[in-house]
């Protein structure tokens, strides 16, 4: 079974995360280590409610383009505790209209929505290269896939060229990373 959240244009208390907008406030002395990064979203974790994911990208979509595979990606990964967003406007993505995320919903393992944590991810591209790195030490954990934006998410270019990104999480150690993204 997956469990999916969507993006929502009305703001309810039982949001899980925002996509768009400023980064968390926990992250703000953080930010002087990403001056060419921009905030993307932050996400509830599903199987621990008390910490969250937030995730970063390169501001330029050439560079993410040319580093789109693990371990030469252009994209960071924050683990951490629940944060209210901060005002640090300077790592807005400015194509991005900020919206929450609702709840997490149990769904048949065919479905897949805007954040899906399964088993296995639903690929735009099949081939092996974007694993090479990854196999051995890392499984899949969730994707974010932009076919599922609202009309209103986007005001501007597609962070990820209408693609989706796939974040994976060390066997051992269990830190989340970005494994790629396609498009």
């Known amino acids: ?7 929502r244009d009305d703001h309810q208390t039982d949001s899980i995360g925002w996509i768009g907008g400023c980064p968390p406030e926990i992250l703000v002395e953080t930010l002087s280590t990403l001056e060419d990064y921009r905030f993307y979203l932050t996400i509830q974790k599903k199987e621990n409610p008390e910490k969250y994911i937030s995730i970063f990208v390169h501001h330029d979509f050439n560079t993410r383009i040319d580093h789109d595979i693990f371990p030469d990606i252009a994209i ?4 951490h505790d629940a944060s209210p967003e901060s005002n640090a406007s300077a790592f807005r993505l400015a194509d991005l209209r900020k919206s929450d995320l609702s ?3 149990h769904v048949h393992q065919s479905k897949f929505n805007f954040i899906t944590y399964a088993d296995q991810p639903k690929l735009i591209q099949e081939e092996s290269y974007y694993f090479e790195h990854l196999q051995q030490d890392y499984e899949f954990y969730l994707q974010i896939d932009e076919d599922y934006y609202l009309d209103s998410t986007l005001q501007g270019s597609y962070i990820f060229a209408y693609g ?11 830190q989340i990373i970005a494994g790629f993204w396609q498009h």
């Open 103 to 105: 709840p997490f919903q």
């Open 164 to 174: 989706a990104l796939y974040l994976f999480r060390h066997k051992h150690s269990h």
């Open 76 to 79: 960071q990964v924050f683990e």
């Open 1 to 7: 079974m997956n469990f999916i959240a969507q993006i």
